[in-house]
């Protein structure tokens, strides 16, 4: 196995020695290897051996270029959250001011090729079980008027750091007549998309990766993964999204088109490749013209 020291280099909150030892004192166990699971940088997987010989593997988050100490510390609260409700989410197995360990659950972040119906209702459900928290707004838990909140596309054009589009500004002047629905105030994972699930099969095991959670409309969480799908499979797909949620929250969902849109705007102009851009303008084009 790589020696951790090979990986775990400086980074913000300490050289990786630093970090090794922390981690080791805190479990009670040695680190064997290491690996970064995003471009050379936190998280890091670790790969440990405890006191009896038994091996186990853990999740460490340290500051980054794209991981601030802040969404660590959403990231701790709202897995401190998700702990004392049940929900399907990592366990905190330690944490501090600026780094936090988290348990490593069994399946895979990869979905399939195809939409499965089974697996769209499977991911609407597990996040109507997040909604079923209700908590208050608090400074690691902040009030969340959009998705992925730490980013706010739809500003950057207005103010002109970023181009736009005739539907984009269309779409943006739509959605700011409108007053934001706030109730209900409920717990939100923030950043629903395939590659924040851990699945098996038609099967949802997890939601990771809370370092954007908080607390506002289950819309917040639905138009997003909706808009994700919608990007990843086709029309029908974000309709199965939300049938699984409301079989499971056993209501219906309100403000869909609202939600949907803002999911939608609070995107780069220019997505990943041209028919994801295409997608997503086919998604926001439906949200708006139900507004």
Not at 12 to 34: D, H, K, P, S, Y
Not at 181 to 199: R, S, Y
Not at 246 to 271: F, H, K, M, Q, S
Request: glycine residues 8%.
């Amino acid at each position: 196995m790589t020696h951790p020291r090979t990986w775990l280099t400086v980074v913000q909150c300490g050289t990786g020695n630093e970090l090794i030892a922390w981690v080791e004192a805190r479990l009670g166990a040695r680190v064997a290897a290491a690996r970064s699971l995003h471009g050379g940088e936190s998280p890091w997987w670790l790969d440990l051996t405890a006191a009896d010989g038994s091996a186990f593997s853990a999740v460490l988050r340290t500051p980054s270029s794209r991981i601030t100490p802040e969404q660590i510390a959403t990231n701790v609260a709202a897995l401190t959250v998700a702990a004392a409700h049940g929900l399907p989410a990592p366990r905190l197995l330690a944490a501090d001011t600026h780094r936090s360990v988290e348990t490593v659950l069994p399946g895979t972040s990869t979905w399939p090729d195809a939409p499965n119906v089974a697996l769209l209702r499977a991911a609407g459900a597990a996040i109507a079980r997040v909604h079923t928290v209700a908590i208050d707004p608090r400074p690691q838990l902040p009030s969340r008027p959009r998705p992925i909140a730490v980013d706010d596309f739809a500003d950057d054009r207005r103010t002109g750091r970023m181009p736009t589009t005739t539907l984009l500004h269309l779409a943006d002047e739509r959605v700011r007549a409108i007053t934001a629905p706030t109730e209900p105030a409920v717990f939100v994972h923030g950043d629903v998309w395939p590659g924040n699930t851990l699945i098996a099969g038609d099967r949802i095991r997890a939601l990771i990766d809370w370092k954007t959670a908080g607390v506002g409309n289950p819309g917040v969480d639905l138009g997003e993964l909706r808009k994700q799908v919608a990007i990843l499979y086709d029309d029908d797909a974000p309709g199965h999204v939300l049938a699984g949620w409301e079989r499971a929250a056993g209501r219906r969902a309100g403000d869909i088109p609202y939600w949907d849109a803002v999911a939608a705007l609070n995107t780069p102009t220019e997505l990943y490749s041209p028919h994801a851009t295409r997608r997503r303008d086919t998604f926001l084009g439906a949200a708006i013209a139900r507004l």
